[in-house]
């Protein structure tokens, strides 16, 4: 007997929720484009849409116009409410505050990689690994949202690993905020290819610290990394204020006036 329309959309929910918990996509990471997604699933765009839209009722998806469907953040409302929308506000108002959640980081994730390395199981260790490889894997991609993902990915699974839900609603809270910051500083980076190998080798480092169980080997690698992104961002900046400078003296006009005939 042929399925009803609606039963069919029914069908592509269930398809649509097994295939996020196979690929373990958490709540704030993009599902694949619709052409992709409809084409794994061997199924109508027109359909897909029509599931999808369901799943949003739901509140399992968001859709964004221009920017593809992600999995809706489950923040808890202090998260959401106290902390991320005034410093999303403040970000908009003032690029700068990237350092501040910079140094936010820096202070939160020291404590999240110290209790990851003396608490991650052996199933945390695996996603560890799972979660550096794909950092590899998109370490040359050419879409730097995907990317980010990646790499904030890494950072949630240390925050998850270490078994304190406090530091992990916390970091689970500026998971946006991070994306955002980490698509900033892989864009500055990307034309200096030795700095994204040296953020490789910094992911590694504390990678293999949480997986020795060297509490304090996996602290300090991840103050280092966050303080050569730090450090690497702070003279990119000015040095694009100095040239900004220097093309504005009289002599770097490129419009001079032309005499009069």
């Known amino acids: 007997m042929k399925n009803t329309p609606a039963r069919l959309v029914d069908d592509i929910v269930t398809q649509l929720r097994a295939l996020i918990a196979q690929r373990d996509l958490q709540p704030g990471m993009r599902l694949p484009a619709e052409r992709q997604l409809a084409a794994e699933l061997g199924v109508s765009r027109s359909s897909l849409?029509?599931?999808?839209?369901?799943?949003?009722?739901?509140?399992?998806?968001?859709?964004?116009?221009?920017?593809g469907t992600w999995l809706q953040q489950q923040l808890a409302p202090w998260s959401e409410q106290q902390i991320v929308t005034p410093i999303r506000s403040l970000l908009a108002a003032d690029p700068d505050y990237r350092y501040d959640i910079?140094?936010?980081?820096?202070a939160i994730e020291a404590s999240t990689a110290w209790h990851a390395a003396l608490r991650a199981t052996e199933a945390d260790k695996e996603r560890l690994q799972y979660c550096f490889d794909a950092t590899l894997a998109f370490l040359e991609h050419d879409d730097p949202e995907l990317?980010?993902?990646a790499d904030v990915r890494f950072h949630l699974a240390i925050a998850e690993a270490s078994h304190n839900l406090v530091l992990l609603q916390?970091?689970?809270?500026?998971?946006?905020l991070m994306q955002s910051s980490v698509i900033h500083s892989r864009r500055q980076m990307v034309i200096q290819p030795t700095l994204f190998a040296q953020l490789t080798d910094q992911h590694r480092a504390l990678l293999?610290?949480?997986?020795?169980?060297?509490?304090?080997?996996?602290?300090?690698?991840?103050?280092?990394?966050?303080a050569f992104v730090h450090s690497t961002l702070k003279i990119q900046s000015e040095n694009s204020a100095r040239q900004a400078r220097i093309t504005r003296l009289p002599g770097n006009q490129t419009h001079q006036q032309e005499p009069e005939s």
């Not at 849409?49 to 920017?67: C, F, P, W, Y």
């Not at 916390?170 to 946006?176: A, K, L, Q, S």
């Open 170 to 176: 916390t970091m689970r809270g500026f998971f946006e």
């Open 208 to 226: 293999q610290a949480i997986l020795a169980g060297d509490a304090e080997g996996a602290r300090q690698a991840a103050m280092t990394h966050l």
């Open 102 to 106: 910079l140094e936010a980081r820096h």
């Open 49 to 67: 849409r029509e599931a999808i839209q369901k799943l949003v009722g739901n509140g399992l998806l968001v859709s964004r116009r221009g920017g």
């Open 147 to 149: 990317a980010a993902q």
